[in-house]
């Protein structure tokens, strides 16, 4: 019988800008296996999360370490883009978890231009475990000199400076807009609390449990209160209660995703009524839909834009910054990028998507012409 051999390209991911290196990591002793790609260091040593899930794959990983290439340059922060996953439940038993992840931090000790960050199924323990071993890791517990940027508000805050500058580009008055979060975790409440700041209304918010609304408004302190103490948004006194879905249907104008990728799709576009998006989440919409969207007039902020207080932040950490520098970093930067991306967007009549990448790209390049080995 003739059998076929299937050759797998193992570079079919490489193109000009990376990966760089891609290490499969297994420690049967420990019942570690690990993938780390590092993608790209033209800008400096790549920053960018582990992810532990027992579903992880080598692609997601070099899809996740391409989004952080595209997203630190975007944010104009001395780092390149590099990812990696953990094959495993995040909710085994924490001991178990430890020997995990310091027998992953033992095998990427000798790769200097990777340094880890907390991600899905990883958190700051995780990478004060890290660092203990390595000598390296970003979004490390406050007690070994971390900045908690989930508990500050790192990301919801960035998301509102880009509200900000977005409110001035399409002639929308933030104080009074009426605004719906989908997602009221640690970026969506923050970015709630700083938009009310500013005057807008919060006019719904949603959670794995279902949608609060009130037309008049929510209150924002209430709801964060609530969430803080492990309760659903349900438990709240007042508003209307309705199913999860319903957040899509929400008569506002600014819409924040904050929780799952492709909540927005091609079936379910015509259902957003706002005029922004700012993306909290990360990819919350197709490709399909964000174009849709756009040619409605609907402006959408992209994720990487938007989104990138978090990475900025563990970057001023990792310089050795305070939490004042880290606030002042996230909103100087990305006040600064998204301007530069809806201006472009418009000049060029390109999805701001488009001019997103286009800005990250010419970072990139501009880093690799100064290198040797590019
Ligand atoms: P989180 O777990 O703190 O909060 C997520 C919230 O979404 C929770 O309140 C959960 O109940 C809710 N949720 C989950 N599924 C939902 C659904 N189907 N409908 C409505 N609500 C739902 O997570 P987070 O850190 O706030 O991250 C949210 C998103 O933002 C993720 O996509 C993440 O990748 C992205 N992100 C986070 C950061 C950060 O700094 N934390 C930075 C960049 C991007």
Same mark, same amino acid.
């Given at each position: 019988?003739?059998?076929?051999?299937?050759?797998?390209?193992?570079?079919?991911?490489?193109?000009?800008?990376?990966?760089?290196?891609?290490?499969?990591?297994?420690?049967?002793?420990? +019942? %570690?296996? =690990?993938?780390?790609? *590092?993608?790209?260091?033209?800008? #400096?040593?790549?920053?960018? @999360?582990? /992810?532990? $899930?027992?579903?992880?794959?080598?692609?997601?990983?070099?899809?996740?370490?391409?989004?952080?290439?595209?997203?630190?340059?975007?944010?104009?922060?001395?780092?390149?883009?590099?990812?990696?996953?953990?094959?495993?439940?995040?909710?085994?038993?924490?001991?178990?978890?430890?020997?995990?992840?310091?027998?992953?931090?033992?095998?990427?000790?000798?790769?200097?231009?990777?340094?880890?960050?907390?991600?899905?199924?990883?958190?700051?323990?995780?990478?004060?475990?890290?660092?203990?071993?390595?000598?390296?890791?970003?979004?490390?517990?406050?007690?070994?000199?971390?900045?908690?940027?989930?508990?500050?508000?790192?990301?919801?805050? +960035? %998301?509102? =400076?880009?509200?900000? *500058?977005?409110?001035?580009?399409? #002639?929308?008055?933030?104080? @009074?807009? /009426?605004? $719906?979060?989908?997602?009221?975790?640690?970026?969506?409440?923050?970015?709630?609390?700083?938009?009310?700041?500013?005057?807008?209304?919060?006019?719904?918010?949603?959670?794995?449990?279902?949608?609060?609304?009130?037309?008049?408004?929510?209150?924002?302190?209430?709801?964060?209160?609530?969430?803080?103490?492990?309760?659903?948004?349900?438990?709240?006194?007042?508003?209307?209660?309705?199913?999860?879905?319903?957040?899509?249907?929400?008569?506002?104008?600014?819409?924040?995703?904050?929780?799952?990728?492709?909540?927005?799709?091609?079936?379910?576009?015509?259902?957003?009524?706002?005029?922004?998006?700012?993306?909290?989440?990360?990819?919350?919409?197709?490709?399909?839909?964000?174009?849709?969207?756009?040619?409605?007039?609907?402006?959408?902020?992209?994720?990487?834009?938007?989104?990138?207080?978090?990475?900025?932040?563990?970057?001023?950490?990792?310089?050795?910054?305070?939490?004042?520098?880290?606030?002042?970093?996230?909103?100087?930067?990305?006040?600064?990028?998204?301007?530069?991306?809806?201006?472009?967007?418009?000049?060029?009549?390109?999805?701001?998507?488009?001019?997103?990448?286009?800005?990250?790209?010419?970072?990139?390049?501009?880093?690799?012409?100064?290198?040797?080995?590019?």
């Amino acid at each position: 019988m003739k059998t076929e051999r299937v050759v797998e390209d193992v570079f079919r991911f490489s193109d000009e800008f990376g990966p760089a290196r891609i290490v499969h990591i297994h420690r049967p002793s420990a +019942g %570690l296996k =690990a993938i780390a790609v *590092i993608d790209n260091t033209a800008c #400096g040593p790549a920053v960018g @999360g582990v /992810r532990m $899930a027992p579903d992880v794959s080598l692609e997601e990983c070099f899809r996740l370490a391409r989004a952080m290439t595209w997203k630190n340059a975007a944010a104009g922060l001395s780092h390149g883009g590099g990812k990696s996953v953990i094959f495993g439940d995040p909710r085994m038993p924490a001991s178990h978890k430890e020997q995990i992840i310091r027998a992953f931090a033992d095998s990427i000790r000798d790769l200097t231009d990777y340094i880890p960050g907390p991600d899905m199924g990883t958190d700051e323990l995780c990478m004060g475990w890290i660092k203990d071993e390595t000598g390296r890791a970003a979004g490390l517990p406050s007690a070994v000199g971390g900045i908690p940027l989930n508990e500050i508000g790192a990301t919801g805050f +960035g %998301l509102a =400076a880009a509200v900000e *500058i977005a409110c001035g580009h399409i #002639g929308l008055e933030l104080n @009074g807009a /009426r605004f $719906a979060v989908q997602g009221f975790g640690a970026v969506g409440k923050h970015a709630a609390r700083f938009l009310a700041q500013e005057g807008a209304v919060l006019v719904a918010a949603s959670d794995t449990g279902g949608t609060l609304a009130d037309p008049a408004g929510l209150d924002v302190s209430a709801l964060v209160a609530l969430k803080d103490s492990g309760r659903p948004l349900h438990d709240h006194p007042r508003g209307q209660k309705l199913d999860g879905d319903a957040i899509l249907d929400i008569d506002c104008d600014i819409w924040i995703p904050a929780a799952r990728p492709d909540v927005v799709r091609a079936d379910n576009v015509h259902r957003i009524k706002a005029r922004l998006m700012p993306q909290g989440a990360n990819i919350p919409c197709t490709s399909e839909a964000e174009k849709a969207l756009h040619e409605r007039g609907v402006l959408v902020i992209p994720d990487f834009i938007a989104n990138a207080g978090g990475v900025i932040c563990a970057a001023t950490e990792f310089h050795g910054g305070t939490e004042r520098t880290a606030f002042d970093q996230i909103d100087t930067r990305i006040r600064t990028n998204t301007r530069l991306v809806l201006e472009d967007s418009r000049h060029r009549s390109v999805l701001p998507r488009d001019a997103a990448l286009a800005l990250a790209e010419r970072r990139v390049r501009a880093a690799m012409e100064t290198r040797r080995w590019r």
